[in-house]
């Protein structure tokens, strides 16, 4: 786990190392071990390390092959390599590390741009080949590492991040319309490969991108998800749809357990992250730290689980750490939490992940999460009312979206009052065949686009703040295939997550699973007054936010006059959502 940055100049220039060198720097929070540069000619290359697969130096990064004319950058976990290493042996490649980087590097000369199709983990990386000045970029299935870039003419600048290309400068900062429609409407949600700024892209998931040494590019999506049940599958007992489900997701822990320090879990207390403790003590995995984070109540929600991760870490006899944060600390903890965020989120944990990641950071560097298993195998409250819907992308739209196309018109600027790109998303993604039943398209759709552009992308954002790795078994890819193959009943049943609970009785306290779904109200955000209140009101009332004109006056004002008022129908804040935008462009000095 890493970061890198860098510059492909295609016009005979050569590449600004002094300029990336900035890029790399804002990198090292996601790679505090060890830094390197490498130039050659048009091409440039920053990298920031965090030590976890061969702690040496002989794991440096950029890493250079000289025999091959290979140079890579390499950001992720590749969770196999070791089993494709003998591969490469038997090919007569030799090694001179015994980490993963240089697996990937001597894949790509022995198997090209596919070497992707053969790696289970995740990834992004950006590998130069000397003799043709070609430079090819990657990112794995579902986005979980993430790559951002920037073009213009004869110049191509990528990073880890989104604010590593803002230090590079010379970036088009204005908002681009359609993002905005898609931040407004779909949870913040912005797909790939827009970002909020005009002039940043990203690269979407399961995507490997080649430019030439004159700047033509080639891009191949070398994966895709079907969400469809298979007969053959169906016709199978339960009990034997249940055993294929336990052992893929077995397998997937199993595999994230590939490192050279300890490996802990975020134990929330919720069915996904027991089952994984259970999966890891069932293992062997001897002195598991476990890590649970709360806050305090209110508006009569309880802040915490902790009576339930509590009772997995008893059953497994784990390390476990309570992290109970005070309300009063949150308000000092959002400035860094929306500095952490390479695109906007508007999701309350993100707060919580922010402050539960510095606490871990201090104990280790490598976790496991539950992110993934609501958009596999059907937890959220809208799959049901899909499953007899006679119109999903207005059913779909109208428990997920957080304002319509009308609303939408209302509230921002009139310079931005664009066509309803969000709905027209929607209905394209709906009707492109990648699933079956309407249950069956919303699955696809959230574990392909919202997956990677919300949880995934939030996890990795405020982990990485503190240098901590986190991993996700619940997007282990043959698992998700699996998952896509089951009839929908095995998902949708006991509430959603069916097969999963069934497993769960199995393997973890009963108690964990019947009970109502949780999730952390995280006060401040949800019911904003005082100090955030100020905060927010300065925001948007500042210089810098009326002279950028995204939000009319009157919208504004009425958010501001009873913030508990309006509430998105995923129980978010449609003031925090507006004023959060302004408070992340001001903290990038936008």
């Not at 430079?135 to 579902?142: C, G, K, N, P, S």
């Not at 079956?436 to 919202?450: F, N, P, Q, R």
């Not at 306290?509 to 995280?522: A, C, I, L, Q, T």
């Amino acid at each position: 786990m890493c970061g890198f940055a860098g510059e492909a100049r295609f016009d005979s220039s050569a590449a600004d190392i002094g300029t990336v060198a900035r890029m790399g720097e804002v990198l090292q929070p996601r790679g505090p071990d060890a830094s390197g540069a490498f130039q050659q000619g048009g091409i440039a290359l920053a990298h920031r390390r965090l030590r976890i697969i061969d702690l040496s130096e002989n794991a440096q990064q950029p890493m250079t092959d000289p025999s091959l004319g290979l140079t890579v950058a390499f950001n992720g976990c590749i969770y196999n390599y070791r089993e494709l290493r003998r591969e490469l042996e038997a090919l007569d490649y030799r090694f001179f590390s015994d980490g993963d980087t240089e697996v990937v590097l001597k894949s790509f000369h022995a198997w090209g741009r596919d070497c992707v199709s053969r790696f289970h983990g995740m990834f992004a990386f950006a590998m130069f080949e000397r003799d043709s000045g070609r430079l090819t970029l990657a990112r794995d299935r579902f986005g979980i590492k993430p790559l951002y870039l920037a073009e213009r003419a004869g110049r191509l600048r990528f990073a880890s991040s989104l604010p590593a290309l803002l230090a590079g400068g010379e970036v088009d900062t204005a908002i681009d319309p359609a993002a905005l429609h898609h931040y407004m409407s779909w949870h913040a949600v912005v797909p790939p490969p827009m970002t909020i700024l005009a002039g940043i892209r990203k690269l979407p998931p399961a995507t490997v991108a080649t430019w030439d040494a004159e700047g033509r590019c080639e891009t191949n999506r070398f994966w895709g998800l079907k969400v469809q049940a298979d007969p053959a599958l169906a016709a199978l007992p339960a009990e034997e749809r249940e055993r294929l489900t336990e052992d893929a997701l077995r397998t997937a822990v199993r595999r994230r357990m590939v490192a050279d320090v300890p490996v802990g879990v975020l134990l929330s207390g919720g069915v996904d992250s027991s089952l994984i403790v259970a999966l890891l003590a069932e293992a062997g995995q001897h002195d598991l730290r476990t890590f649970s984070i709360g806050f305090e109540a209110a508006g009569g929600e309880s802040g915490d689980e902790f009576v339930y991760s509590d009772m997995v870490a008893k059953r497994f006899a784990t390390k476990h750490t309570q992290i109970r944060i005070p309300t009063s600390e949150l308000m000092g903890a959002l400035p860094g939490t929306i500095a952490a965020m390479s695109e906007p989120m508007v999701s309350y944990d993100n707060v919580a992940f922010y402050l539960l990641s510095r606490e871990v950071s201090k104990h280790l560097k490598v976790v496991q999460s539950g992110q993934g298993a609501d958009e596999v195998f059907a937890g959220y409250h809208w799959y049901p009312k899909l499953a007899a819907s006679t119109e999903p992308t207005a059913d779909y739209a109208r428990a997920f979206f957080d304002r319509d196309h009308a609303e939408y018109l209302a509230t921002v600027g009139e310079a931005f009052a664009t066509d309803d790109h969000s709905r027209a998303f929607l209905e394209r993604e709906f009707a492109a065949g990648h699933g079956g039943s309407a249950v069956e398209k919303a699955l696809h759709l959230d574990t392909t686009v919202m997956l990677a552009d919300d949880p995934v992308k939030r996890v990795d954002n405020m982990t990485m703040a503190w240098g901590l790795e986190a991993r996700v078994p619940f997007l282990d890819h043959e698992l998700v295939e699996l998952a896509g193959r089951l009839p929908a009943a095995d998902k949708l049943g006991d509430g959603g997550k069916g097969v999963l609970k069934s497993i769960a009785r199995r393997l973890v306290p009963r108690e964990v699973v019947d009970r109502p779904k949780g999730y952390f109200p995280v006060p401040i955000l949800k019911y904003i007054d005082g100090p955030v209140l100020e905060m927010v009101r300065d925001a948007l009332g500042s210089r810098a936010a009326r002279e950028r004109g995204l939000f009319r006056p009157d919208a504004v004002a009425k958010l501001l006059a009873a913030p508990s008022d309006h509430i998105t129908p995923l129980r978010g804040s449609k003031l925090w959502q507006v004023a959060l935008l302004e408070l992340w462009l001001q903290a990038r000095g936008l």
